[in-house]
């Protein structure tokens, strides 16, 4: 499971659920403010979540990673 999201409370619920976090940097927030906020995954636009479930697909480590 993993919350994709472009807002604080998006990346909060996420964590709260304690599931993967994705922020979108072309939404609401940019990307300096959705770091604070130590997402596992970062993204410029939601068309670059298959390449995470991709990444996830292939064991990858799912850490701090931008795409």
Known sequence: VMIV???EMDLKTGKQM???TCAVS?????ESVLREYCP???I?????VPDI?????NRSSPGDSRL
């Open 5 to 7: 999201g472009d807002s």
């Open 18 to 20: 304690e599931v993967l």
């Open 26 to 30: 072309s939404g609401v927030r940019n």
């Open 40 to 42: 596992n995954f970062m």
């Open 44 to 48: 410029p636009s939601v068309r670059r």
């Open 53 to 57: 479930i991709a990444c996830m697909t």
